[in-house]
C-alpha cells in the first residue's frame, strides 16, 4: 500500500513515480494498493491499470496540502496493526509505503503504527520553512520507526539532515523512464511522427532553441533562465509549464525586452518533438526543493545535453558535469548564460554530450531498473515480516 497526497491523473514528479512503482507491481503479479486524497469533498474506489486506489474526501487544498479528516479514518481501516503477539499479524497489506514531503501521511503512521513501513523520501521541505520546523519531529519519528527507507539519489541521503542518522537502512533507487517510448536519434524508429512535429517546431522556433520544462513555481529557477536568455544572442529559449509564477515570468520576459525570444505555453500531452527540437536542455532549479528531475532524463533519453544545476540532490548525479552536459552553480545567471553560449557554439560538443546522455539513460534510468529495486526491496522486507509470523 502505496500513501500519498494524490494520484494520477494528479501531475507531478512525487505522483509519477508513485504511479510506476504502482502499475509496476501490478504488472508483475503484485497485489498494488494506494492511498491519497481528493481535492475535492468526494472519496471513491478505483482500479487503474491493476492498481487499487483509495481516495479520501477533502476540504480542498492549503500550502500544497489536502485537508482531509477521511484520510485518517481510511488510514486506519487499510494499515497492518503491530501488535504484539500472534494475533491480527497480518490483515491484507504487507508493507505500507509511506511518500515524503506528505504530513498527514506521516501523522497517520504515528497514530496507526503499521507492521512493516517503508518511507520514500522524495525531497526535504525547503520553502515551507516554519511548517518544515513543525513537522520535522514527526518526520525524524517516522524515519526511526521505518524498517526501509528509499530515496532517488545518494547525493540527497548524505547531504539531508534528517536521513543522516539512517544511512545503513537506505536504498538508493534512481528514477527511470520507459525508454521505448524515447527511440535513440537516428533509430529505426527516426521516421515517427514526433520527428515530423519536430521540424515544424524548428520552422517556428529557429535552430537555436533552449528548452525548459517544468511547472513555473519560483524554485524552478526559470527567472534566472530569462535573465539569462538577455546574454545569449540569436537563440530562441521556450518554457513548457504552467503555475503561480507565470505572470511574473511573463512580466520578465516584456521587461528584458525578450517577447520575440523567450515563449512560454502551457503543460503539452507530448514533449518528444520539443526534445528533438531543441539544441539543450536547461534545468536551472535554484533549491533543494528539486530533488532530482525526470524531465533530465526524458531529455537525455532524446539526446539533448543537459544544462543543470549543482544541488545537494539529485540533480547533479542525473546529468554528469561535462559528460552529458554542464552543471553550474545555483541562481548564477551569468554562469547559466555561459554555459548555454558554450554548448551553442560547439557542435561537436553537443553531440558528444548527448550521445553520453542517451547511453547514460539506457545504463543507469531505465523504468525496469527502478521498479526492479523497488520490487526486491519490498519483497524482502514483506517477506521478513511473513517469517516473523510464521514463528
Known sequence: LQVNKFYYPWLGGVETTVRQIAEGLAVRGHDSRVLVCNDVNKAGVEEINQVKITRAASWGVLL????????????????????????????????????HPFPPGFLAAALFKSKKMAVFYHSDIVRQK???????????????????????????????????PHLAKIKVAPAGIKLEDYPAPQSPDSNR??????????????????????RLVPYKGFAGLIEAAKAVPGTSFLIIGSGP????????????KLTERVKIIDAV???RPYYR?????????ITANEAFGLVQLEAMACGLPVIN??????????????????TVEPGNVAALAAAINKLLDDENLRAQYGRAARQRVEDCFTEEKFIGTVERELSLLANKNKQLVSS
Open 193 to 214: 511522427g514526433d520527428y515530423g512535429e519536430a521540424e515544424r517546431l524548428v520552422a517556428e522556433f529557429g535552430p537555436n532553441l533552449v528548452l525548459a520544462v517544468g
Open 64 to 99: 500544497g496540502m489536502p485537508l482531509s479528516l477521511d484520510f485518517f479514518k481510511k488510514f486506519k481501516s487499510a494499515v497492518p496493526t503491530r501488535v504484539s503477539g500472534r494475533q491480527n499479524e497480518i490483515k491484507e497489506v504487507d508493507v505500507v509505503v509511506l511518500h
Open 245 to 256: 509564477e507565470k505572470d511574473n515570468l511573463l512580466g520578465l520576459i516584456e521587461l528584458y
Open 309 to 326: 544545476t549543482d544541488l545537494p540532490t539529485g540533480v547533479p548525479e542525473v546529468s554528469l558535469d561535462k559528460q552529458t552536459g554542464l
Open 130 to 164: 516554519i511548517s518544515g520546523w513543525l513537522v520535522r519531529p514527526l518526520v525524524k519519528l517516522i524515519l526511526q520507526r521505518a524498517d526501509l527507507i528509499f530515496c532517488h539519489s545518494r547525493n540527497l541521503a548524505e547531504h539531508s539532515t534528517l536521513l543522516k
Open 277 to 285: 527540437a531543441a539544441k539543450i536542455f536547461a534545468f536551472p532549479s
Open 269 to 271: 500531452k507530448d514533449l
